[in-house]
């Protein structure tokens, strides 16, 4: 097959159509959202091609500490982002424990992914390992997200539960059982969900990249179910770890509920 | 069997000494808010005083195995807290929670009778009365055997007939099988007829 038709510029900014349209849609609605829509167009434009001359000097002169260094960024920066979007204040003790869980789960995969299922020389080929470690970093951000929030509305909203259970004898794990149970469902539920759907109700990104590029389906396909697992897997360890380490930083050695506020 | 000393809790609580008798019936009786969940939830090691010690037979009650001393100091709260699932997992709820298979059905039916609750074991818990659920939190606890009970208002969703019934089972019952009672109650009156020894709190200023 051959490779992607290149984009002339012109082609690129004609694209910009859609942002116009929108903008006029906007306007005659009065929604005063245009310089939001502005300011987003203009952010993915420059991000977009910022990370493209990054990735191609990258990608031209693959060096294992700049490879490194990109996928420490990731994670800064998702880790970061954890603690920005969440809606409830985390403690100190629970950031910790979300930093441990990211780093675990995501590394744990990404390199069982690289070293085992792709088998790329040299392993740290940025090619591959920068686009993966952005699916699985991404993915497992999301679904912590999930799980922590669950958690921390399940601890709150039970209290009375939790603290009957360990009047009677239980210890924390026991009295949160139910609690980290609904987290993990919850956490996991969209990637099995765009599982389920994978190939029928979309295509994924990845995939649809690797075809426009010029793969073959059946090699975008394999790389794609490949990809999925270790999404899973990373989500999984990601998210277990969590709920396992982060229920304890609600009680403290005397296995009582720390007090709110 | 318990001895406070100088317990202080959140400008709530501040009690000098205290002694709570061995296989007795201990009632702490006083108005809303001055503290006698807050000493009730101590003992049961749920809640620890910010200073003064509470001993458990001579003995600083933080030096136990939190998990182990509950077991045998067991406090139901005021407001019932009904589990997923039907009537018998709800009662067996604190011996799972101990890993214990060790229980008898006909005594789980036999107290179901004495408190009136008449349903079948397999029915779901969810859909009791208030005090159907409040009884059933009682047997809850009786079933788990242990040498104190501590109970947190234990007849506040029940009506004057049932609220006679079921307290004087249960005193009959820590009578009975040598057990030490701990009841808060708004009753001066389910206090005066049942306990040993009464305890006032009073509110602090």
């Known amino acids: 097959m051959n490779g992607a038709v290149d984009l002339s510029l012109i082609q690129v900014v004609s694209a910009y159509i859609f942002i116009i349209i929108l903008l006029f849609i906007v306007r005659k609605r009065e929604l005063n959202i245009e310089k939001e829509i502005i300011i987003a167009t203009v952010r993915m434009t420059v991000q977009l091609i910022l990370t493209g001359f990054i990735l191609t000097y990258i990608f031209k002169n693959p060096n294992v500490f700049i490879t490194i260094l990109i996928v420490g960024f990731m994670e800064i920066f998702s880790i970061s982002n954890i603690f920005k979007r969440n809606k409830s204040k985390l403690s100190i003790e629970l950031k910790n424990v979300i930093t441990i869980s990211m780093l675990a789960g995501t590394l744990l995969s990404l390199l069982y992914f690289l070293l085992i299922v792709v088998k790329i020389k040299p392993w740290f080929n940025p090619q591959y390992l920068i686009p993966l470690a952005g699916m699985i970093v991404g993915n497992s951000m999301t679904g912590i997200s999930l799980g922590i929030n669950k958690l921390i509305d399940g601890v709150t909203n039970q209290r009375d539960m939790i603290e009957c259970s360990l009047m009677l004898g239980a210890t924390p794990k026991d009295a949160c059982k139910s609690i980290i149970d609904n987290a993990f469902d919850s956490a996991i539920l969209p990637t099995i969900n765009s599982m389920v759907g994978m190939g029928i109700v979309f295509l994924p990104g990845m995939m649809t990249g690797q075809i426009l590029s010029g793969s073959l389906p059946l090699v975008a396909i394999k790389y794609q179910i490949a990809i999925m697992l270790g999404i899973l897997g990373s989500v999984s360890i990601t998210v277990i770890t969590f709920l396992n380490l982060g229920y304890k930083t609600f009680f403290n050695s005397r296995m009582q509920l720390k007090r709110e506020g | ?205």
Do not use: W
């Open chain 2, 1 to 205: 069997m318990f001895e406070i000393k100088n317990i202080k809790f959140k400008g709530i609580l501040d009690i000098e000494h205290l002694i709570i008798p061995e296989e007795k019936i201990t009632s702490i009786v006083g108005e809303s808010g001055s503290g006698k969940t807050t000493l009730l939830k101590m003992l049961n090691n749920i809640i620890s005083p910010e200073e003064g010690e509470i001993l458990y037979k001579e003995k600083n009650i933080n030096d136990f195995d939190a998990i182990e001393l509950r077991r045998k100091i067991t406090m139901l709260p005021q407001n019932p807290v009904i589990y997923k699932g039907n009537i018998l997992d709800n009662i067996l709820v604190g011996k799972k929670f101990a890993k214990s298979t060790d229980y008898d059905i006909e005594e789980i039916k036999k107290l179901m009778m004495e408190f009136s609750i008449g349903k079948d074991l397999n029915s779901p818990a969810d859909n009791l009365s208030g005090g159907e659920k409040q009884r059933l939190c009682i047997i809850r606890v009786l079933i788990m055997n242990p040498d104190v009970i501590l109970l947190d208002e234990p007849s506040s969703a029940l009506d004057e007939k049932t609220e006679d019934k079921v307290i004087s089972y249960i005193c009959n019952y820590v009578k009975q099988n040598n057990k030490t009672l701990v009841m808060v109650t708004h009753s001066s009156e389910i206090a005066k007829k049942y306990s040993d020894h009464i305890i006032e709190i009073n509110k602090r200023s």
